[in-house]
């Protein structure tokens, strides 16, 4: 139940693109399309931004999308906006009835 | 939907403690529910799950074996019965539901605004 892995933080200037990557394995990225990422603001629980690799809930903001190839998972945000500034986390379920996190992404906009 | 943690506190090393989570404004008994934990300043941790007619059960293994995840579905509470605590318990604990009737762990579409666990 090793974590995935994400990078530590990105940042962009307003109006960018910036993509957070998560890279896991074939148990549980590469596995299963049940990829999520989740938006959390200081002292707030997560919120659901993508499901399902590429699923947008209702009232997310259609800049952000998710993808996925082999073991790695993307979430792409575009036109960085400030309110966007927040910590990301990509998981997936895995093959042992288990549910796995990344380690967590700091995005800041310049 | 809302989710209402509650249950948290201070414990000893070694001591036990009981979380509650006050599901409303949907039908309890139709939804898988899990505990997901985040310690100070460290990211998500997924910590256990139970079926929406609470037969079927998983654990992190970081928590098996000391912790219980229950439900009583005719008062829409789910449950997390913690024993044997450590210090690396210490987290805010939060309750979220699986984001479909069908999926045990396919993701979280709801999430309470968590309960804080410190043990020392």
């Known amino acids: 139940q090793s974590a995935l892995t994400q990078p530590a933080s990105v940042s962009g200037s307003p109006e960018e693109s910036i993509t957070i990557s998560c890279t896991g394995s074939s148990s549980d990225v590469g596995g299963f399309n049940f990829v999520s990422w989740y938006q959390q603001h200081p002292g707030k629980a997560p919120k659901v931004m993508i499901y399902?690799?590429?699923k947008r809930p209702s009232g997310v903001s259609n800049r952000f999308s998710g993808s996925k190839s082999g073991n790695t998972a993307s979430l792409t945000i575009s036109g960085l906006q400030a309110e966007d500034e927040a910590d990301y986390y990509c998981?997936?379920?895995?093959?042992?009835?288990?549910?796995?996190f990344g380690t967590g992404t700091k995005v800041s906009v310049l | 939907v809302q989710l209402v943690e509650s249950g948290g506190g201070f414990v000893q090393p070694g001591g036990s403690l009981r979380l509650s989570c006050a599901a409303s404004?949907?039908?309890?008994?139709?939804?898988?529910m899990s505990w997901v934990r985040q310690a100070p300043g460290k990211g998500l941790e997924w910590v256990s799950v139970i079926s929406a007619s609470g037969a079927t059960t998983y654990y992190a293994d970081s928590v098996k074996g000391r912790f219980t995840i229950s439900r009583d579905n005719s008062k829409s509470i789910l449950f997390l019965q913690m024993a044997s605590l450590r210090a690396e318990d210490t987290a805010i604990y939060y309750c979220?539901?699986?984001?479909?009737?069908?999926?045990?762990?396919?993701?979280?579409?709801?999430w309470g605004q968590g309960t804080l666990v410190t043990v020392s």
């Open positions: 979220a539901r699986s984001k479909s009737r069908w999926e045990l762990l396919g993701g979280f579409d709801y």
């Open positions: 399902d690799v590429t």
């Open positions: 404004e949907f039908t309890f008994s139709d939804y898988a």
């Open positions: 998981s997936s379920f895995t093959g042992s009835n288990t549910y796995v």
